[in-house]
T-cell receptor, first 118, second 108 residues
Framework: DARVTQTPRHKVTEMGQEVTMRCQPI?????VFWYRQTMMQGLELLAY????????DSGMPKDRFSAEMPDATLATLKIQPSEPRDSAVYFC????????????????FGPGTRLTVT | RKEVEQDPGPFNVPEGATVAFNCTYS??????FFWYRQDCRKEPKLLMS???SGNEDGRFTAQLNRASQYISLLIRDSKLSDSATYLC?????????FGQGTTLQVKP
């Protein structure tokens, strides 16, 4: 049963520290998404990649956030420096888009990284 | 104004009840529509796609009204296990836009 994996599952850090979150998409999926979920804002798209190329990062605060896909099996989201307002659950999702095997643009979510910045 | 709007609820219903959730979206160019389900402290999962002609999956019925930019989800004979947050989702180009979610609590 293929799944998206994310590490760490929980992270508590102090303001100003660097945070790196990792995601392993489902093998064969060509699109990877990063979301942030808070009670106030709900689920917000931060950035997404297709075939490892960044397509849209307009939802991401550029001054402190960065997202990369160094290879097809790893996506990273980095916050430097972190701030208390970054506290949220960060989800990675993957999907297969724009191919004959694509199904309804379904996205498969990882379990999330619960980040607390104190 | 958010691009996808839902009543957050909560909807508290007894087992066996029928419950309906509604959702409106602002971008008339939206291309696809979905309902996702999210259990407490878990990730969202696709519940069903929503087609223009309406579609049914067991106890769940989804409807789309493109003219009114309105999507609905009907749950019949609700079960305790249906308790969750239901997220209305629209696709614009390659992106999914999520509503805030409607919380359902089914009580015995």
């Amino acid at each position: 049963d293929a799944r998206v994996t994310q590490t760490p599952r929980h992270k508590v850090t102090e303001m100003g520290q660097e945070v790196t979150m990792r995601c392993q998409p489902i093998l064969g999926h060509n699109t990877v998404f990063w979301y942030r979920q808070t009670m106030m804002q709900g689920l917000e798209l931060l950035a997404y990649f297709r075939n490892r190329a960044p397509l849209d990062d307009s939802g991401m605060p550029k001054d402190r956030f960065s997202a990369e896909m160094p290879d097809a099996t790893l996506a990273t989201l980095k916050i430097q420096p972190s701030e208390p307002r970054d506290s949220a659950v960060y989800f990675c999702a993957s999907g297969l888009v724009g191919t004959r095997r694509a199904r309804n643009y379904e996205q498969y979510f990882g379990p999330g990284t619960r980040l607390t910045v104190t | 104004r958010k691009e996808v709007e839902q009543d957050p609820g909560p909807f508290n219903v007894p087992e066996g009840a029928t419950v309906a959730f509604n959702c409106t979206y602002s971008n008339s160019a939206s291309q696809s529509f979905f309902w996702y389900r999210q259990d407490c402290r878990k990730e969202p999962k696709l519940l069903m796609s929503v087609y223009s002609s309406g579609n049914e999956d067991g106890r769940f019925t989804a409807q789309l009204n493109r003219a009114s930019q309105y999507i609905s989800l009907l749950i019949r004979d609700s079960k305790l296990s249906d308790s969750a947050t239901y997220l209305c989702v629209v696709r614009n180009t390659g992106k999914l836009i999520f509503g805030q979610g409607t919380t359902l609590q089914v009580k015995p």
